[in-house]
């Protein structure tokens, strides 16, 4: 899968891009990161890609010509199946069920905006679709790109070292995970909790599925009310 971040920081994407998962991921030619700086594509040798915005008011707003140049040369990173997204706080709110439907591309182009945003124009004509990260404002859009990035990389086949990591993480089937826990047994008094030291593993699984559902119904009782199902029982 390709991932085009269209950014005017693009150190931050290679940063992210080279390190766990999505660096071994990217190792492995399961994913194509790159990236395109509008900055390259101004008008003028300076490099502008920024301006006041017209009827007044604070700050700045990406220009459409760097944009729209800049867009462009990503789309044409990939023959395949290409979305464009502009990450967005006034965006579809993205979660766990929109990284298969994301997934299914074959490329993704994600433009991240600075300042007080972009061009309304550009987002009229140049952008598929927006992707919001949550009810909060970030500085810029790399981060949210990142998430997107990595929270679809997991999902790749042979991303994970064990696939079963995935189908058990939160949200997967609409359950928080359980609680994990790893040596020693005891640290400062406070002990494993038995169960999983049984080797029983009908036992670890039913209080695997116990804790996540008591979980959800605790923090996230609106997962359940959307029909987040517990998996079957493995011991009956
Ligand atoms: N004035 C804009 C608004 O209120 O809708 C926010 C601009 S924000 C300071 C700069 C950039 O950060 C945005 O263009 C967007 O790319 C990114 N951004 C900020 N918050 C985001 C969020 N919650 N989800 C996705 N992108 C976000």
Same mark, same amino acid.
């Not at 040369?73 to 298969?100: D, W």
């Not at 991240?112 to 952008?127: F, K, L, N, P």
């Not at 927006?130 to 949210?144: A, K, N, Q, R, Y």
């Given at each position: 899968m390709?991932?085009?971040?269209v950014t ?15 660096g ?10 790159a ?12 490099g ?11 700050g ?17 990173r990939?023959?395949g ?11 579809? #709110?993205?979660? $766990?069920? /929109?990284?298969?439907?994301l !997934?299914?591309?074959?490329h &993704?182009?994600l433009?991240?905006?600075?300042? +007080? ?36 990389t ?19 089937d ?10 020693p ?12 030291l ?5 036992a670890?699984?039913?209080? #695997?599925?116990? $804790?996540? /559902?008591?979980?959800?119904? !605790?923090?996230r009782?609106? &997962?359940?009310?959307?029909?987040g199902?517990? +998996?079957?029982?493995?011991v009956?």
């Amino acid at each position: 899968m390709q991932f085009t971040v269209v950014t005017l920081f693009p150190e931050l994407i290679d940063a992210f891009g080279d390190v766990g998962i999505v660096g071994r991921s990217r190792a492995r030619g399961l994913v194509d990161i790159a990236t395109v700086n509008p900055r390259d594509f101004a008008a003028d040798r300076r490099g502008t890609v920024d301006d006041a915005p017209y009827g007044g008011g604070p700050g700045m707003v990406m220009m459409v010509t760097p944009l729209r140049r800049a867009i462009a040369a990503a789309r044409a990173r990939s023959g395949g199946r290409t979305l464009v997204a502009y990450l967005s706080p006034q965006g579809r #709110r993205f979660e $766990q069920a /929109l990284v298969a439907e994301l !997934a299914a591309y074959d490329h &993704l182009v994600l433009l991240a905006g600075r300042y +007080e945003g972009i061009d309304e124009r550009v987002i009229e004509r140049d952008v598929d679709c927006e992707l919001s990260v949550g009810d909060f404002i970030v500085s810029g859009g790399e981060v949210p790109a990142m998430l997107v990035i990595d929270a679809i990389t997991r999902t790749l086949p042979g991303a994970l070292g064990d696939a079963r990591s995935a189908v058990e993480d939160s949200f997967s089937d609409g359950l928080l995970d359980h609680p994990h826990y790893t040596r020693p047994e005891v640290v400062d008094g406070d002990a494993v909790p038995p169960v999983l030291l049984s080797g029983d593993h009908g036992a670890i699984a039913a209080w #695997r599925r116990d $804790q996540r /559902l008591a979980r959800t119904r !605790a923090r996230r009782p609106d &997962l359940l009310a959307a029909g987040g199902k517990p +998996e079957p029982d493995p011991v009956g």
